[in-house]
């Protein structure tokens, strides 16, 4: 028998201690001592900005329909925010990529995860967490160009124009940023802190 609040709520939290606390706004981060971030962009401006770029995507959309690609994996905050405010119908894939430095080359993108299914004749919107050298959005535009799609256009989190390499753009971009590194809402610094609230900067 679950005991019922006074408020009327049917179920009571297993573990009330437990409650999500927000991010820090700033400070060490736990477990890596000597790095420091700082918060670059904070949450409510981020959903604020999201949700402009929901509405845009609804207008340029309106009366189709969407496959929307998040590449892996430091898009999933980014498009799991973004899609609550999308109204077109739409489906979700994914997409994985890796991208290296080899010994002679400058820098080389390789497919982790490939679409679950076809995307010809669909309006495919890619969604990219940052848009850097550009390398890894020039290597899957071409590649979903070859699926034959009807459209294919991205939408960008974060910009950082400064780094680029090869001449590409987000038709869509959250935020266009200095060369910085950035973690959190997604992001990560060796694989940990993505679950921040916050963009935030490491501080050298
Ligand atoms: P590209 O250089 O190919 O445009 O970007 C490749 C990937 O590098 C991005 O999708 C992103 O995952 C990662 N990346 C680029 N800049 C940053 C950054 O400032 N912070 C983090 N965490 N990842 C970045």
Known sequence: ??????????????????????????????GMSGLRFEVLIPH????????????????????????????????????????????????????GTRSYEGTTTSGQVQLTKDLDRPIVDEDVLLVEDIIDTGLTLNYLSHLLEQRQPRSLKTVAFLDKPSRRRIDVHGDYV???????????????FEQRYRNLRDLCVLVP
């Open 1 to 30: 028998r679950f005991p019922r609040r006074r408020s009327g709520r049917l179920f009571r939290r297993a573990h009330p201690h437990r409650s999500a606390q927000p991010a820090p706004a700033h400070g060490r981060l736990a």
């Open 44 to 95: 409510g401006q981020i959903q604020q900005r999201v949700a402009e770029l929901g509405r845009q995507i609804n207008a340029d959309y309106a009366g189709r329909s969407l496959v929307m690609v998040g590449v892996l994996k430091g898009s999933f905050m980014f498009l799991a925010d973004l899609i609550r405010h999308i109204d077109v119908p739409l489906r979700i894939e994914f997409i």
């Open 174 to 188: 959250g935020f266009t940023i200095e060369d910085r590194f950035v973690i959190g809402y997604g992001l990560d």
